[in-house]
Structure formats: C-alpha cells, structure tokens
T-cell receptor, first 115, second 115 residues
Framework: EPEVTQTPSHQVTQMGQEVILRCVPI?????FYWYRQILGQKVEFLVS????????KSEIFDDQFSVERPDGSNFTLKIRSTKLEDSAMYFC?????????????FGPGTRLTVL | AQSVAQPEDQVNVAEGNPLTVKCTYS??????LFWYVQYPNRGLQFLLK??????LVKGSYGFEAEFNKSQTSFHLKKPSALVSDSALYFC?????????????FGKGTRLSVIA
C-alpha cells in the first residue's frame, strides 16, 4: 500500500538555524499539506499546496516558513530561522482529490527539537 | 470556525471490553467527520469517516463511529478491545462546503488496552 514518507524522523537544531523537512507524498496525489503538533497539544494546520502554489496557510505559517515541490516527488517545509517554540512534530499529508469528503494520508512525522 | 473537542486525554479499558473514545465538533454548516489513529513511530492512519447517510459508520480494524447531529458528536467505538488497539486517536472535522481546506483536529485521546 502506498505511503507518505518523511525524513528525517528526528531533527535537532540550534535556535536561529535553518531546517528543511522533507516529505514524499503518494505518487498520484495532487494536494499536499503540512501540519504540526506541539507536545500535548492539537494537530494544527500549517499550509496546503496545489499546482505548485500555496492554496491556504494558517497564521502560524509566517515569513519564516516556506514550502516547495522541487521535483516531481518531494515536498519540503523550510523554517529559515528556528525558534524554541518551533519544537514540534511536523506531519506531511497528501490527498488525491479536491472534494472535502476525501481523507488525507499522513506521513509518520518529523520530530523537530530546537535548542 | 470549525473545532473539535476530545474531552479525554486518556482512556483505559480491559482487553475484551467495549471501548468508546469521545469526540464532539462544531461547524457552521454540515460536517464531514474523520477518525485517525497513530501508532508509535507511525503517521496518522485513516480509520473511518462520516459523509452522509447511515449515522453508524464502520471502518478499519473493527472500529465504528456514530454520528449524532443533535449532540454534535462522533464517538469512536469498538465492541471488544484488543491490546493492539492501544494508540493515539484523533477526531477531525471539515465543513462540507469548505472544499479541500485543511482538517481541524482534536488534541487526541490515548487509548490503553490492558491485558
């Protein structure tokens, strides 16, 4: 069964450093998402991406964040200058259709720790 | 605005007993409702969804959920719990007119099934 994959599984970085989190969505999917979960809190939406542009973003997704689909398979989330409060589990998701009744398929997550 | 509440952080149940994981939601229109499960070191896995029709929805691994519009609830149930059901469970909602906008998640309920 096809799966969304994410690398690395755990990233430790110093405050102020740039990080890139990588995702490989399911191959025939067209809609891509990043979510995050701070420890003990809700899973929160960051950004959605379709047709090589951002469809929607939350207020969390400020100028420090960017997304890119550099080739036909990868989908990346970049944080330019990490803050302590960026420490969280980051989930990538993809879906194949636009309709709101379609489920999204999630990767295993990248745990980001900012020191 | 859409929101989901999972009132229990932790649910403990003995193996073989029925289990219930609670979820209530708030949307301005009609909801699409989803349950996801997360096993250790794995991504969020789709379990089941309510779109329309029968209020009792059956999903993977013997789970089912009942949509109750008057109580705005979508509780997850299983008649006989297994130790392997121990995991983190997330309820999510979308308004049916929202297109492919992001899912709104609850904070998750940790289910522990004791042998």
């Amino acid at each position: 069964e096809p799966e969304v994959t994410q690398t690395p599984s755990h990233q430790v970085t110093q405050m102020g450093q740039e990080v890139i989190l990588r995702c490989v969505p399911i191959s025939n999917h067209l809609y891509f998402y990043w979510y995050r979960q701070i420890l003990g809190q809700k899973v929160e939406f960051l950004v959605s991406f379709y047709n090589n542009e951002i469809s929607e973003k939350s207020e969390i997704f400020d100028d420090q964040f960017s997304v890119e689909r550099p080739d036909g398979s990868n989908f990346t989330l970049k944080i330019r200058s990490t803050k302590l409060e960026d420490s969280a589990m980051y989930f990538c998701a993809s879906s194949d259709k636009r309709a709101s009744y379609n489920e999204q398929f999630f990767g295993p997550g990248t745990r980001l720790t900012v020191l | 605005a859409q929101s989901v509440a999972q009132p229990e952080d932790q649910v403990n149940v003995a193996e073989g007993n029925p289990l219930t994981v609670k979820c209530t939601y708030s949307v301005s229109g009609n909801p699409y409702l989803f349950w996801y499960v997360q096993y250790p070191n794995r991504g969020l896995q789709f379990l089941l969804k309510y779109i329309t029709g029968d209020n009792l929805v059956k999903g993977s691994y013997g789970f089912e959920a009942e949509f109750n519009k008057s109580q705005t609830s979508f509780h997850l149930k299983k008649p006989s719990a297994l130790v392997s059901d121990s995991a983190l469970y997330f309820c999510a909602v979308r308004d049916i007119y929202s297109g492919n906008t992001p899912l709104v998640f609850g904070k998750g309920t940790r289910l522990s099934v004791i042998a």
